[in-house]
């Protein structure tokens, strides 16, 4: 009976798959790709999950964890699994399975649903698991750390230092995102700005009033999350408080980058912790409501299947379906980000090992799902406001005509007068030039709960769904930063041992304001980037984010090999060689094409033969020289990221050979070997 119910799920799952691509009516029903989901992701965690743990790994319930060896109160605690669970599941769930989706569907809805459904299930996954079960072995030493143990010095170096300078631009990113999201936005900024102070009593009421009371304080932390969101519309409105927190992108920086820091120096169990506990009972439940609005609602897909932009003339970012789909969706594939939590704050709370394969495959396919439901709340938009809300102004035109008149010669029809009457009933100035992926999302996601429950409380939806990214977004930020300052104190370590010690509190607050500073500069660059930042930027998130899983995973196959399972490498290999392929061609075109809408070095080039032929205003001469220097250094930095890659590469392929001549290692740090 078990055996012809999964037959019924795989055929299912076939069936969905076979509509999604090859059906070519008017729309599509969106149900299509939640069955498609839940038949795959269902399947690849019974069997190629099981598969993964039963060949590579033996997790024993009675091994002791790092948390319970090292209980240091501050970084190593023994945590609840459903707590670590939602700690890890709101720390990889950052903007990837969000925002990455929504851009790439300018090509269509084709490419990033396929990419989405096979890339996490062959390569994500893997990767979390793989990574996590080797720090739970190794101490819950980090990737840079693994990868000197495993690869040598030379490697290990290249890893530490390419793994803590990809990080950078990619908590720059993340929140170059929420401030996208958050300008101009008082009910937005009023409602993501009070979980801070709630998640602070969530951790104060179970470390000194109700120890261990984890449903008290979930109980708490809703009642008053519910309060903030309804609050928000009475900021909103009020005379005096909406103007004060109407901020703009560079306030908003600023109050991102002391939060960074905060989240970086204060105790896990005051902040991080039950915030991003809190976060992960918003985000399940949102999933799981849009989910539900899906199903009922059955709303239909309006974009194509393929655009007219996978020749790679895309607005909201330029270049061709290969390879800038598979780097534009990360996290809701595979994510390099993901092994610096599974080697960071995750093995630190883990109280038993054998929770490891639900927190570290499990929690990777349910973010694949989040980025399905995000491709569906994309793609059921209009193509034409859709476009509007998500191309930059300096692509279209800062005036709503001529932004309009531009999309809709496109063969995408919008008016000014539908995205003036859009913005009035979600409450928002304007949603002309919202670059970032998250407005377009949560108008997406708005329209699916409004419509659920009768049309009503549009612009209250509107506001949960940024509530919702947003808390998405800043408790990877929150975690990134701190796994920055574990990495930070790793390599300063080697200077003087006092910094290298992560409980020695001045170094805690030396490491953690270089690390705020370090993403923080880009991050404020990118806010005063005429094209919004998403242009320049998220291409470099894309390509240094699978640039460090390509790192991970060399690490994992270094790390099987060893330990005498090389007949199962191809498990990693084979994703491995995919990302190569992908980032290494990416990397190449963003830095040498000729097309200035695509290479760094071009558009610097063109924006400087402007500058000496007198084009430029006085007014914007420093403007444009930023933009010169930022576009060259990003060039710099993508040549930089990919030759630590191919070092890294070639030093593990050294130790793949030389370990493979010679007699495999009998039970090797964590790795079953055959009797």
């Known amino acids: 009976m078990r055996a012809l119910a999964w037959l019924a799920v795989a055929l299912a799952g076939a069936y969905a798959l076979g509509v999604l691509a090859i059906f070519r009516g008017e729309t599509v029903n969106a149900v299509w790709f939640v069955i498609a989901a839940v038949a795959v992701y269902a399947i690849a965690y019974?069997?190629?999950?099981?598969?993964?743990?039963?060949?590579?790994?033996?997790?024993?319930?009675r091994r002791q964890t790092p948390a319970e060896r090292i209980n240091d109160g501050r970084d190593f605690v023994p945590t609840n699994r459903w707590v670590v669970f939602g700690h890890h599941f709101a720390a990889i769930a950052g903007p990837g399975p969000l925002i990455g989706p929504t851009l790439a569907a300018q090509f269509g809805y084709l490419p990033g649903t396929l990419w989405i459904l096979a890339g996490v299930v062959l390569g994500g996954a893997v990767q979390d698991f793989c990574i996590l079960c080797g720090s739970l072995r190794r101490d819950g030493r980090s990737l840079?750390?693994?990868?000197?143990?495993?690869?040598?010095?030379?490697?290990?170096?290249?890893?530490?230092?390419?793994?803590?300078?990809?990080?950078?631009?990619?908590i720059a990113v993340l929140a170059l995102v929420v401030v996208n999201a958050l300008r101009q936005s008082p009910w937005g900024t009023f409602t993501v700005g009070m979980t801070i102070p709630i998640a602070m009593?969530?951790?104060?009421?179970?470390?000194?009033i109700r120890p261990h009371d984890v449903k008290g304080a979930t109980a708490i932390g809703l009642v008053l999350l519910a309060a903030a969101l309804v609050g928000g519309r009475w900021v909103d409105q009020d005379p005096v408080l909406g103007p004060a927190l109407t901020l703009t992108g560079p306030t908003l920086a600023w109050a991102i980058i002391l939060y960074g820091f905060a989240a970086s120096t204060l105790p896990v169990w005051l902040l991080l912790a039950p915030r991003d506990y809190l976060s992960t009972f918003v985000k399940l439940g949102t999933v799981a409501l849009l989910a539900l609005g899906i199903v009922v609602m059955r709303p239909e897909i309006q974009l194509p299947a393929l655009t007219r932009f996978v020749d790679g003339t895309g607005p909201i970012f330029a270049g061709k379906v290969f390879p800038f789909c598979f780097i534009t969706i990360a996290c809701g594939a595979i994510s390099g980000f993901h092994s610096l939590i599974s080697s960071g704050t995750t093995p630190k709370l883990l109280s038993e090992e054998t929770d490891a394969p639900m927190i570290g495959y499990?929690?990777?396919?349910?973010?694949?799902?989040v980025a399905i439901m995000a491709m569906i709340a994309a793609a059921a938009l209009q193509p034409g406001i859709y476009f509007a809300i998500n191309s930059?102004?300096?692509?279209?035109?800062?005036?709503?005509a001529a932004a309009t008149a531009t999309i809709s010669s496109w063969g995408f029809a919008v008016t000014p007068a539908e995205m003036a009457d859009l913005a009035q009933r979600i409450g928002e100035r304007t949603l002309f030039a919202r670059t970032g992926g998250a407005p377009s999302l949560a108008v997406g996601m708005a329209h699916i709960f409004a419509s659920t429950l009768g049309g009503a409380a549009l612009a209250l939806w509107y506001h949960f769904a940024i509530m919702f990214e947003a808390l998405f977004i800043l408790t990877t930020l929150d975690a990134g930063t701190r796994v920055g300052r574990f990495m930070l104190q790793d390599l300063l370590g080697h200077v003087w041992a006092p910094l290298g010690r992560t409980s020695w509190y001045p170094s805690v607050l030396l490491t953690s304001t270089l690390v705020v500073a370090s993403w923080g500069y880009f991050l404020y660059q990118g806010v005063v980037d005429p094209l919004g930042g998403i242009n320049i930027l998220w291409p470099l998130f894309g390509i240094s984010n699978q640039l460090l899983a390509a790192i991970a995973l060399a690490v994992a196959t270094t790390i099987i090999i060893r330990g005498g399972r090389a007949r199962y490498a191809w498990t990693t290999l084979v994703p491995l060689a995919w990302l190569l392929a992908v980032t290494m061609t990416a990397g190449w075109q963003k830095i040498f094409a000729a097309d200035p809408a695509i290479g760094f070095l071009a558009q610097a080039a063109r924006l400087a033969e402007r500058l000496a032929a007198g084009?430029?205003?006085?007014a914007g001469l420093g403007e444009v020289r930023a933009q010169i220097f930022?576009?060259?250094?990003?060039?710099?930095?993508?040549?930089?990221?990919?030759?630590?890659?191919?070092?890294?590469?070639?030093?593990?392929?050294?130790?793949?050979?030389?370990?493979?001549?010679?007699?495999?290692?009998?039970?090797?740090?964590?790795?079953?070997?055959?009797?």
């Open 392 to 400: 930059p102004a300096g692509v279209v035109g800062a005036d709503p």
């Open 630 to 675: 930022n576009l060259r250094l990003d060039a710099g930095l993508t040549a930089l990221f990919m030759g630590l890659v191919a070092l890294i590469v070639v030093e593990s392929v050294r130790v793949w050979y030389r370990e493979l001549r010679g007699p495999a290692p009998a039970g090797a740090l964590g790795v079953v070997t055959e009797a």
């Open 201 to 208: 009593l969530m951790g104060w009421y179970m470390k000194g």
């Open 144 to 170: 840079g750390q693994m990868a000197k143990d495993e690869i040598g010095p030379l490697g290990g170096f290249a890893a530490l230092l390419g793994v803590f300078f990809i990080m950078v631009i990619l």
């Open 362 to 369: 499990g929690g990777m396919l349910l973010e694949a799902f």
């Open 46 to 61: 019974r069997f190629y999950g099981a598969f993964l743990a039963a060949r590579l790994f033996a997790l024993d319930a």
């Open 615 to 618: 084009q430029v205003p006085a």
